[in-house]
């Protein structure tokens, strides 16, 4: 595997301009008929769709006043969703760019995500109250759950694995799942650090978590750690980790320019792959594990062949 990531290391990944500010989320798609399509959120009020394969873009999402902190695309990439500062979350026709619903909270909004179903959106931000909306009738009163009798903020909502399980990653260091049927905590994971990026994965069931100066494996369903490796960069302001579909490697990035490929047992660095401007402020892994893009503090996107 060393052997076969070396060359990473001199690769020219694909660049994509367009965001004036710095990134906060990049995320890939499901394959769909139309091919795996890349959104993107930034400081600048713009997300944007890309191709996921040429880095192309495809549009972009007009409408938000602040900083746009979470994106999120549907299974079939039909239907979009944005976090923002301007104190709301919004949902989108993905294929024309027209904004479906806006939904206003009462402070920053900075994470949202949709269940496998497509059926519900959850949100979380500096309020420290998960929300749950109704896709097909987003002006129903979503359910709400108070995370902590202590001041937290969101930085990080994933659907689980279950039907009706959400987790939260917040700034306190706590993961907490939570059954949003019955609106009750079923489990919790404590790290060092607040939570700066989390991701659920699947077939592997794994819980990425990039907080501090560690990334954190968590079994997605028992909720006990699997790994813990500690990073050359720490994740105190940006950045972020993604599992490969293998569940072999992972990337890594935040405090420094480069991004970082590791090995998942030993945590190993693999490859250090260089080209940024900025510190990395997000990343993640293509759903089959051939590509993964970064975003940075310089406001570019950068795809790599893995």
Known sequence: MQHDHASTNRQTPIVCPGHSRPLTEVLFSNETPDGVFLMSGCHAKTPMLRRGDTGDWVGTFEGHKGAVWGVALNEDAQIAATASADFSARLWNAVSGKLVHEFPHKHVV??????????????????GILRVFCVSSPTTEPKTIKISSEKSTINKVRWGIKEDEVLSGSSDGFIRKWNVKILSLSDEFKVEGSVMDMEVSQPKNIVTVAAGKKVTFIDAISFKQIKQHTMPINFNNEGGASLHVSGKRFIAGGSDLWVRIFDFESGDELACLKGHHGPIRCLRYEKSGKTFASGSEDGIIRIWID
Not at 112 to 125: E, I, P, Q, Y
């Open 110 to 127: 900075k994470s949202v995500d949709f269940s496998k179903d497509s059926k519900h959106l959850v949100t979380g931000g500096h309020e």
